[in-house]
């Protein structure tokens, strides 16, 4: 197994839209399994392929205290959402910077397992929130862009400080 590369702001490549997954091989699989080692080692709760560089639709996310239920989500996409929760996130490729974010509370997202079987998976709290946040890394988007023009200003100028600093 191996550690990605994470891509970090401002790097353009992370706006970058992922092309669906029409093939899944040991290519596939093994990309998800450094993808995990990756993100357990960053440390974080999710990773999606496009923040290290591959653009195709695939997240990995683990959520649990013991760092064991691993989810590998190809095609991910959110069916069912409801509800509203303001839960304060980082990025594992906006490193040092922290804002809240409004997302749906309840989600139910539908995605292939690594074994091409569709599965539907009912998710609130953090949870949500972390599919919520991989499946916008997907579509090339940052959780600054949900912040208003004031906040995400802000906070590229303390991203670049951050930088400076490091
Ligand atoms: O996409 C990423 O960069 C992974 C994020 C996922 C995430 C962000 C905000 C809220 C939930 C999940 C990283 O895991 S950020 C690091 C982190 C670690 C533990 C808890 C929350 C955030
Ligand atoms: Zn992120």
Do not use: W
Not at 119 to 131: F, N
């Amino acid at each position: 197994m191996s550690l990605l590369n994470i891509l970090t702001l401002p790097d353009s490549r992370l706006k970058t839209v992922a092309e669906p997954i029409t093939e899944i091989n040991d290519e596939i699989k093994q990309l998800a399994a450094d993808m995990l080692e990756t993100m357990y080692a960053a440390p974080g709760i999710g990773l999606a392929a496009t923040q290290v560089d591959r653009h195709i639709q695939l997240v990995v996310i683990d959520v649990s205290e013991e760092k064991n239920q691993p989810l590998v989500m190809l095609n991910p996409e959110v069916i069912e959402q409801a509800g509203i929760q303001n839960h304060e996130e980082g990025c594992l490729s906006v490193p040092g910077i922290y804002a809240k974010v409004k997302r749906a509370d309840q989600v139910v997202v539908s995605y292939l397992d690594t074994e091409g079987q569709q599965q539907e998976l009912s998710a609130t709290g953090l949870l949500a929130v972390c599919i919520q946040h991989e499946i916008d890394h997907l579509k090339g988007i940052v959780f600054l862009d949900h912040l208003s023009v004031l906040k995400r200003k802000l906070a590229l100028k303390k991203l670049a400080k951050v930088a400076v600093d490091a």
